[in-house]
Nanobody, 127 residues
Framework: QVQLVESGGGLVPAGGSLRLSCVASGGTLSRFAMGWFRQAPGKQRERVLTISRSGGGISVADSVEGRFTVSRDNAKNTVYLQMNSLKPEDSAVYFC????????????????????WGQGTQVTVSS
């Protein structure tokens, strides 16, 4: 059973940066496509970025294009979400998710496609 643990959230002023980490245990991260999602109070969970098993495929939500990037270090069983130029509307609980797949390049955009989820980390951007 894979367990995912996010960290790195916190309170940051608008325009600031944060880097979130997601560490996997109980499984080898290289077997999974990964995704970062977020959910703000009263809103549905939304996709932020996804990354393929190889790291060669990445999809980015329009709302964070040019500001957020995703990377993975399979040797460390860790996926990162680098968030720059943060805005108050980026405030949410951020979740990482893992999807078992044989494909090295496939991306998965919907939350129901993911098998495993972390508990989330809160990001709050003050105006």
């Amino acid at each position: 059973q894979v367990q995912l643990v996010e960290s790195g959230g916190g309170l940051v002023p608008a325009g600031g940066s944060l880097r979130l980490s997601c560490v996997a245990s109980g499984g080898t991260l290289s077997r999974f496509a990964m995704g970062w999602f977020r959910q703000a109070p009263g809103k549905q969970r939304e996709r932020v970025l996804t990354i393929s098993r190889s790291g060669g495929g990445i999809s980015v939500a329009d709302s964070v294009e040019g500001r957020f990037t995703v990377s993975r270090d399979n040797a460390k069983n860790t996926v990162y979400l680098q968030m720059n130029s943060l805005k108050p509307e980026d405030s949410a609980v951020y979740f990482c998710a893992a999807r078992t797949t044989l494909s090295m390049m496939s991306l998965y955009q919907s939350d129901y496609e993911y098998n495993y989820w972390g508990q989330g980390t809160q990001v709050t951007v003050s105006s």
